[in-house]
């Protein structure tokens, strides 16, 4: 890619020489290894990006193709990556943006440029995709990386025919997101990523719980309940009831995936539903809500809250720690109202007003538009939905909301909304500033819905005498924070319900066992050691 | 405060209601440490801000520690700190905002509220400061967090009377940057600040070097080279020759403590230069500018290149990868073009372009604000400064600058540069923008000044002929980098400069030793366990 290489020598120029280094390399490479290990190098045949200096399918890459064939024993190609200086995420496209093997077409450009097998990524999870694209020769290898963060077992499910048991991967890229924020790598769908050796869970293995012979309630089927449920379920717990108010299980899930583009995020909830479907000890109990009168009768020896939580009416933000004035006016709605309404309020001109920073103001604003209003984002942060840089969505999101005609006003509070207008600040200036809506949309902060936990907590006695030996919380009922670190806290509390203080996780094994790992014995020698 | 307890119950609403949920805590502190342990409390008696909700150190802190005083052995206080979601520094200020103990007016404030001895932090560093903090009765105890960082010897030296060697905090904070970069600590002026365990440094011991017998040549007498002959001096090489063009030591830190308010970065040279001035075996060659032909001739055995790095006049930069058009005009300078000049270049309005994000475009802004002239700052990151809200000086500088005049425009990328106009785009939407401004500096991106590295490495039979039997290059004439990893780096190479490889850093210690470091054995095993 000349915008990169400005080289003059035999290593730039003509694409033969900007290929000259890599073409060396790959040789010594071969020299080195002789037979004994098979040589693959990946390749980006697409810069994916309108910039006339970036590599093109059907262009250069199919003569660099040509050019390094005979050295390769396969070839590794993927589109999209980094854009000067910036990481776009098409390369890991989230599922916002596209579905299974968006590169397909890129990846058939240089098809007919090679003789050897080509292994391509694609966030492959079904095997019905990846048969297909195997078949039809645009590839020969299925290659997998976030489809194998989700779902280790992936291969052997399919090799064993156990298709529905495979957890797919969601597309959210929240795994991704990890390397910008410093902090060690999650996946929503799979709480036991990066816990194998510092907890000892194994992603399939699950050990018959001391307390199989209880019975636990769990209040609330959102991600964090779904989850604790299963694992209990796996775990044997005698009977494990879930309950919600709605009409089937998935929490906040069901109005998420309904957001614009997010429908790929419903698998959390499929996925956990045919395996409780599968569980004999676990009972699904939709349409039922209960006060705590109704959870001290259930006849429950562990109760587990897992209400929830809602987004704050009040406008209650983390910039000023204030609520916003105003915020009762009957055109300022929550997520949840518009949602509930699929973006059909009144009023033609819209305000976003974004303190959280991730994918609910953008699903504000996407199913606004759907519905045809006239959009604004004000955000005190310097981009919207800034938490997306680290999840590869924040260019694409930002870049496509403004040219869908979205007006995005960063670096701005909002303090105070009346019929009149909408005042705040920019947030390096003192002077005010105003706005026009018709109707204003407050995605600030979300609150735990924990009164009915509070109440049963505040009765030690009378948990005591309906027979309720442990109450717990989990999920955004106890902190409000990401699917996935609710869905951890589900599994976490399932995995040690039967230890001797459930609420608090055990510490991590200390000394990492690499071979095999007897978790009871490490903990016992880390007590033992007195630490 | 009330800003953020909202309480209702007796925690809440009155001083002695919101106090009283602390005061309960110590006293049970207190009854459960008995007469074993002394007991503090760290309070922030001051939030240094405007808003009316703010703790003001004369009014509610002097009631509270009235409130307290018969609970604590004595107090740790504070000003500034976390105002709302921002942490805008001032607990923890940089050098570029106040001095040493700056918050001696709200602890002044206070002290006739409490019969107890107060400690304080203040980045103290100068013996005197100190003294008369405690003598004046304003404090009883110094504290010190960055002081410590820079010099954990701070005490001994002072109560041993070396306070020459005192090596002082300059305040710059990057320190504190490394938590918001989920990054270990470093310190500018301490390059074994977190490297006591993992290399076996001390800060203060220095082994005898095996090949102390030889004489060494450090070419350039900036950050990097300074430090590696200090650190090559008390290693005992026979002779180590630190030569510099300009008529003394310093390197870029000459230039740069010039920048507005950064005069105590200077303390990067004067420390090392005390230092170097009580080497025998070190002698410092200022005015004296080497080619390839001195080097050779110049009868060292061991050559380290530190020429540093300049800015790049074309502006290539890191969010186009690409030059700026017009970059050759002779209205548009560079950073060092500026700053030589105290900025009073030609001009009334001057557009400062900055893609780096660090001091240097502030510096820029400053200095050309104290020449006089109207200053616009065009950046594509979503915030002026955007690497300084990791040490804790973006909050003010943003607000500051603004209040001082200067214009703003973030999000933009500057491409073509003209007699006519400067034109550039907004990095989310592709219309063209312009902008009007008599001159322009750039602050793009530096590079390695390493001409006189590769003319000499490309002759290794011409190095042996002269006896110079090792050439090795460190700081910004490597990779232009912050002042801290340049400092580092020449502390590595004269710690390592007798190892079998000293281009390459040895490895970590892998085995942790807890009591002592017993280097050379530790690495022994690592080697002989095969990795």
Same mark, same amino acid.
């Given at each position: 890619m000349s915008k990169f290489n400005r080289r003059s020598d035999e290593y730039g120029g003509s694409l033969e020489n900007r290929a000259r280094f890599w073409l060396e390399v790959i040789e010594q490479v071969r020299e080195a290894v002789g037979d004994q290990c098979a040589v693959t190098s990946r390749l980006c045949v697409d810069t994916l990006n309108d910039n006339p200096l970036g590599i093109r399918a059907a262009e250069e890459a199919y003569r660099f193709i040509e050019l390094g064939d005979h050295l390769v024993d396969f070839w590794d190609l993927q589109a999209g990556g980094w854009v000067a200086a910036e990481w776009a995420g098409d390369d890991a496209v989230a599922s916002r943006f596209a579905g299974e093997f968006s590169h397909r077409e890129y990846i058939e450009a240089v098809r007919p440029a090679t003789r050897k097998p080509i292994a391509a990524v694609g966030r492959f999870t079904n095997p019905d995709t990846m048969a297909e694209a195997i078949r039809s020769g645009v590839i020969d290898i299925i290659a997998a990386a976030r489809p194998s963060i989700a779902d280790p077992f992936l291969p052997?499910?399919?090799?064993?025919?156990?298709?529905?048991?495979?957890?797919?991967?969601?597309?959210?890229?929240?795994?991704?997101?990890?390397?910008?924020?410093? !902090?060690?790598?999650?996946?929503?769908?799979?709480?036991?990523?990066?816990?194998?050796?510092?907890?000892?869970?194994?992603?399939?293995?699950?050990?018959?719980?001391s307390n199989a012979e209880q019975t636990v309630l769990v209040v609330g089927a959102g991600p964090a309940g779904m989850e604790?449920?299963?694992?209990?379920?796996?775990?044997?717990?005698?009977?494990v009831h879930l309950l919600d108010e709605q009409d089937a299980i998935g929490g906040c899930i069901r109005a998420i995936s309904a957001y614009p583009h997010l429908g790929e995020w419903g698998r959390v909830t499929t996925y956990r539903q045919v395996q409780l479907d599968k569980l004999a000890n676990v009972e699904i109990v939709p349409n039922t809500r209960l006060d705590a009168h109704g959870v001290l009768s259930y006849g429950a020896e562990i109760v587990v809250i897992a209400t929830g939580a809602r987004w704050r009416a009040d406008g209650m933000n983390g910039p000023t720690q204030s609520p916003i004035g105003g915020a009762e006016h009957d055109f300022v709605y929550t997520p949840e109202q518009v949602s509930s309404v699929s973006g059909e309020i009144d009023g033609e001109h819209v305000l976003v007003y974004d303190t959280d920073g991730y994918f609910t103001a953008v699903g504000m604003a996407e199913m606004l538009l759907a519905a045809g209003k006239r959009v604004t984002v004000l955000t005190p942060f310097a981009n919207f939905a800034s938490f997306m840089f680290?999840?590869?969505? !924040?260019?694409?999101?930002?870049?496509?909301?403004?040219?869908?005609?979205?007006?995005?006003?960063?670096?701005?509070?909002?303090?105070?909304?009346?019929?009149?207008?909408?005042?705040?600040?920019?947030?390096?200036?003192?002077?005010?500033?105003?706005?026009?809506?018709?109707?204003?949309?407050?995605?600030?902060?979300?609150?735990?819905?924990d009164a009915l936990y509070h109440e049963l907590r505040a009765e030690p006695e009378r948990l005591a005498r309906e027979g309720i030996e442990a109450l717990y919380r989990i999920g955004d009922c106890l902190a409000p924070r990401t699917i996935a670190e609710n869905i951890f806290d589900g599994h976490r509390l399932?995995?040690?319900?039967?230890? !001797?203080?459930?609420?608090n996780p055990l510490p991590y094994l200390r000394e990492l066992p690499y071979v095999d790992v007897d978790r009871d014995r490490a903990i016992a020698a880390t007590a033992a050691s007195g630490s």
């Open positions: 052997q499910k399919i090799e064993e025919g156990r298709y529905d048991e495979i957890r797919e991967c969601i597309g959210c890229n929240i795994c991704a997101s990890r390397f910008g924020q410093g !902090a060690p790598i999650v996946c929503t769908q799979n709480a036991t990523l990066g816990e194998e050796f510092r907890r000892g869970w194994h992603p399939e293995r699950f050990t018959q719980a604790c449920a299963m694992v209990l379920g796996k775990r044997g717990l005698s009977a680290f999840t590869g969505e !924040a260019f694409r999101v930002n870049r496509e909301l403004r040219a869908q005609g979205v007006e995005i006003v960063p670096l701005h509070v909002l303090s105070e909304i009346t019929p009149d207008g909408l005042r705040g600040q920019n947030v390096w200036a003192p002077e005010p500033v105003e706005w026009q809506a018709d109707a204003v949309v407050l995605v600030t902060q979300r609150e735990p819905q399932a995995r040690e319900i039967d230890t !001797a203080d459930p609420s």
